[in-house]
C-alpha cells in the first residue's frame, strides 16, 4: 500500500493541497503563538529586566537592608565569577538656569553592566560621568564636559566630568528620568552612608541558579546581615515585577498559556475539518480497492501515511511561515523608536512542539473517517451515505452529544468567567464551540435557506442555491464551518484584544491615578496655575489644599483636599473621592474608622485603601463641611494660598510621549518658579508600560492575521472540494439546459449565502467567548467590560462574503468549462 499512498500523492497532488494549506496555516499559528510566549519573556527582559539582565541570581533586600559587606561575603563562595552590588540615588544638575533631576547608578563589573556605550567611555575615576544620549541631545551637554552633581537633600556636591555617551535605557522605572553613570565613591557620596544597596547580582561560574546555589548565597547573605534577602533568576526577577503589577499574580503566563490553548484547539478543528471532507470523498475509491482485495489494514495505513507526509512537509512549511511572520512583527516594532526593545525568541519548544503536533493532529484527522470507510461491507461504501439528519440514528447521537457537549462548555465557560479561572474557561469555551460545530448540520442549514430567500430575485441560480443548502445538510454544514471556525477566532480576538485594552487602561489608571504632582508654594498666584493649564501637553490641573494629617506606619502624613468640581485631575475615572471617607495608599492599615486631624479639631473618616503606592492621602473637601472651627487653605483659583501647603496635581494627555513627559515636567518647574526635582508623577512609568502593551497588541494583531488566512483557506479548500465532490451533479444541470453563467450566479450565491450566515454566527460567538475569555484572565486584576469593535467586525463581516464568492470563482469556473457529457462520466 506505499505505492499506492504515494501515488495518490502524485496523482491527485491538487487534492492534497486544501489539507496541506490547513495544516500549514494551524501549524504557522501554534509556533507564532509560542514563539509569541517566548518572544515576550524576551522583551520583557529587556525592558523592565534590563538592569539585570546579564544576571544568574538577583538578591533583593527583605526588612534588613543589603550592606557593602554583603558583596565581599559573596564574592568569596566559589562558584561564584562576579558581583554586583548596585546602587542608585537621585541627584540634580544645573544646565543654564535649569535645573535638572535625574538618576545616576554605580558602574557595574564588564560581566554584568547592562548600558551600552554609543560613544566615549565608561567612566574610569570617581570623578568621571556617563549621561544617556537623549540628555545629552536636550540639554546640549558634550564630552569632556562638567557636571556638578548635587545630593537630593542638597548637603553634597561632586563635580564629574562627562565621559561618555549611553544608549537610552528601555528599563520604565530607568527611562524616566535622565539616566547617569558613575563609579561607586561618587554615587556612594551622593547617596549617604545610610542608604543601602538596591539588589546584589551574581554571574556564576556554571550559570545554573539551582537550590544549592541559592541556599549557599542565602547563608552567605544571613552571615552578612541580610538574611531575609530574597533570591531569583532574572526570569523570576522578571515575573514577580510583573506578577506585583498585577496585584501579586502572574496573570501574563496564564494569558500565554491561553493563547497556545486557543491555538491548539483552532489547529485541531481546522485539520480535522478539511482532512475529513477530502477522505469522505475517497469512501468510494477506499471501497473499490477492498473489493479489489485490499485489507481494511492495509486501506487504514495506506491514509495514514498520506496523511503522515503531508503533515509533514506542511508543518515545515509551517514552522517556516510563523517564524518570518514573527520576525517582520519585531523587526517592525524595533524600528518604532517607543518599541526598540522589542526582542524575537524562538525557543526549540516552538519548533519541535508545533512540528509534532501538526503530524499527529493531521493522522489523527485522517484516522476517523478512514476507519468509517472501513468499517461497512466494501458494496454498501460504494453506495451514497446518508446525511445526518434528526430522522436517523447517526444525526440523533449527533445531536445528544452537541447538546451535551454544548451544555457542558457553556457553563464551565461561564463558571471560568465568574471566579476568574482562564483555564478553565477556556477548556469550557472550546467544549462548547466543538457542541456548536456536532450541532451545525442540524440548524446551519435552515439557517442558509432562509438566508436564500433574500437571492429569490436572482432567478433560478438563487432558487438552487438555496435549495442546496437543505438537500445536502452534511455538505452545507462543513462548508460553513470551515468559515465558522476563522471568524469566530477572529471575533474572539478582536472583541478579547479591545477588552484586554480597556481593561489595561484601568489597571494602568489604579496604579498611576495622578500623572504629575508638585508641591505648590502658598503664596503662589492664580496666573501660576493658569500658566500650568496652558502647557502643551496639559490636558487639566487642580491645586488641593493640605487638609491635615494622618498616621501612617507612625508618622504624620499630609492629607489634601480635592473638590469634587477638580476630580477630573485624576486618571483612573473610577475614583471620585466621596464625603466621609478618606483615600489611603496601598499598604494602609484598613481599621474601621481613620482619624484625621485637621487643626486642633479631630475628624473621624471611613477609610477606602487604593490599589496603589503613588498618590497621597486624600479626602473630598465635602467632608471638611462639619468643622466649625476648620480654617483651610483657600483654592489657588481663588487667590493667594494662606497657611499650609498645597499639592498641584496634573492630568496630562493620553496620547503623550515619553520625551513630552519630560519638557511638561520642565515646563512646570519653570511656570512655577521651582526645581525640576520637586515634580513628581508616575506619568513616564504609565507611557513606557504602555508601550510594552502596545507591542503585546501588536503581536496578537499579527496572530490575527493569520487567523483570518486560515478562514479564508478554509472554505476556499471546502468549497473546492465540494464542486469537485458534485462534479456530475452539476454536469447534470448543465444537460438539463443551466447555462454556464447560471452554473457559476449559483455556486457564487451558496457560497455567499453559507458565508454570510457562518460570519454573523461567527460574531456572536466570538464576541461572547472574547469578552468571558478576557474576563476570566483579567478579572481579578480589572473590572472587564465588553468592548465591541464594531467597525472592525463589520469590516470582518464584509470579508467573509467576499472571501465566499472569491472562493466560488475558481471552483465555478472548472465546472463550468467541463462539458456535460465528462461530468456524467467522472467517478
Sequence with gaps: MLRVALSQLTTHARRFIAVGLAVMLSVAFLSTTLMVSASTQASLGSSLGETYRKADLIASPGTAPLAQAAIASVSGLAGVSAVYGQQTTFTAFGVGREEVSGRIRNLAPDALEPSILESGRYPQSASEVAVDADTVKRYGLQTG?????KAGDDSTTVSLTVSGVLVPSNDPFASALPQLLAQTPAVSTLAGDAQGLESIQVVLADGDGDAATKGQLAAALAKAGAGDAVLRTATEQVTYQVAQFSSGKDELTVILLAFAGVALVVSALVVSNTFAVLVAQRTRELALLRCLGAGRSQIRGSVLLEALLVGAVSSVAGVLAGAGLMYALIAWARSQPDMAFATLAVPPSAIFTALAVGMVLTVLAALVPARAA???????????????ALGNRKGRLRL????????????????GASSNQLLLALAGGALSFLGVLLCATLFVPRLVALAGRLAAPSGVPGHLAARNAVRNPGRTSVTAAALLIGVTLVALMMTGASSARMAFDQVLAQNYP????????????????????????????????????V????????????????????RDSTLRPEPGKIYLPEGSPATAVTMMTVGGNTLQLE????????????????????????????????????GGGAALWLLLDKEISGDAIRDVQQSVATALG??????????????????????????????????IVIALIGVANTLSLSVLERTRENSLLRALGLTRGQLRGMLAIEAALVA?????????LGVVYGWLGAKSALGSVADVVPAVPWLQLLAVFGVAIVAGLLASVMPARRAARLSPVEGLAAT
Design 374 to 388: 472501513t468499517a461497512v461491507a466494501p458494496l454498501a461504501a460504494l453506495r451514497p451515505a446518508d446525511p445526518a
Design 756 to 764: 454570510g450566515v457562518a460570519a454573523v454566527l461567527g460574531t456572536v
Design 551 to 570: 498616621k501612617l506606619d507612625g508618622a504624620d502624613v499630609p492629607v489634601y483636599s480635592l473638590a469634587a468640581s477638580h476630580a477630573g485631575v485624576l
Design 674 to 707: 521651582v526645581p525640576a526635582a520637586s515634580v513628581s508623577g508616575a506619568a513616564i512609568e504609565r507611557v513606557t508600560f504602555n508601550e510594552i502593551i502596545d507591542v503585546l497588541l501588536l503581536v496578537v494583531t499579527g496572530l490575527l492575521g493569520v487567523a
Design 607 to 642: 477609610p477606602v485603601v487604593l490599589k496603589t503606592r503613588n498618590m497621597a492621602p486624600l479626602v473630598d473637601s465635602g467632608s471638611l463641611s462639619s468643622l466649625p472651627d476648620a480654617s483651610l487653605p483657600g483654592d489657588l483659583a481663588h487667590g493667594p494660598v494662606s
Design 145 to 149: 564636559g562638567q557636571l556638578v552633581l
Design 514 to 549: 495622578v500623572d504629575m504632582a508638585v508641591l505648590a508654594s502658598p503664596e503662589s498666584p492664580k496666573s501660576h496655575l493658569e500658566a500650568v493649564r496652558t502647557i502643551d501637553g496639559v490636558k487639566a490641573a487642580a491645586l488641593l489644599p493640605e487638609a491635615g494629617t
Design 400 to 415: 445528544i452529544g452537541g447538546l451535551f457537549a454544548l451544555l457542558g462548555g457553556a457553563g464551565a465557560l461561564g463558571l
